[in-house]
T-cell receptor
């Protein structure tokens, strides 16, 4: 089966750095996404990792270790507007012949940024 | 380019009534997903289409939920009869490929309240 785990809630201070971890167990792994979701809104894309290593994009970075089934999202210079839910999602290929991927989400980590 | 369009945005119905949601994906996107997101949880995949064929509907409650994508473009998701626990946001997403990449886009969601 497939399983994605991430902490339910985190709190951090404005201007600080926070790391949100995600562990997964899946067959046919074909990439990991991080999405940001503000209350009452749809998820918006933050990052995509398919190879091991760190991908940096402005204040946000995402890391992947396929051998450990582990990823993290790093947010630097936190701002109040970063208060949101952060969703880890994995694409797995279920049928090798058709190469059709399935996108499965974790429960999300609610981040609260305090002044 | 236009994004994923969904309607209606909000719907309130009584239990045992029926409801239908419509999704128009981004032009040219072959893969279409319907997710159910209950408050405080991550999105749960209900059904995935590749063109007009169903790729995965393993988590679709088929006794009350149905979905179709007859011409491989627009899709409708129907619930009949609705239960209180169906109160959630129904997210439609589309992708140009089925194997990953940063090409999965979400609509704004259809918010359902069953009373």
């Amino acid at each position: 089966g497939q399983n994605i785990d991430q902490p339910t809630e985190m709190t951090a201070t404005e201007g600080a750095i926070v790391q949100i971890n995600c562990t997964y167990q899946t067959s046919g792994f074909n990439g990991l996404f991080w999405y940001q979701q503000h209350a009452g809104e749809a998820p918006t894309f933050l990052s995509y990792n398919v190879l091991d290593g760190l991908e940096e994009k402005g204040r946000f970075s995402s890391f992947l270790s396929r051998s450990k089934g582990y990823s993290y999202l790093l947010l630097k210079e936190l701002q109040m507007k970063d208060s949101a839910s952060y969703l880890c999602a994995v694409i797995s290929i279920r049928d090798g012949s058709s190469n059709t991927g399935k996108l499965i989400f974790g429960q999300g980590t609610t981040l609260q940024v305090k002044p | 380019e236009a994004g994923v369009a969904q309607s209606p945005r909000y719907k309130i119905i009584e239990k045992r009534q029926s409801v239908a949601f419509w999704c128009n994906p981004i032009s040219g996107h072959a893969t279409l997903y319907w997710y159910q997101q209950i408050l405080g949880q991550g999105p749960k995949l209900l059904i995935q289409f590749q063109n007009n064929g169903v790729v995965d509907d393993s988590q679709l409650p088929k006794d009350r939920f149905s979905a179709e994508r007859l011409k491989g473009v627009d899709s409708t998701l129907k619930i009949q009869p609705a239960k209180l626990e169906d109160s959630a946001v129904y997210l439609c997403a589309s992708s140009s490929t089925s194997t990953g990449g940063n090409t999965i886009y979400f609509g704004e969601g259809s918010w359902l309240t069953v009373v």
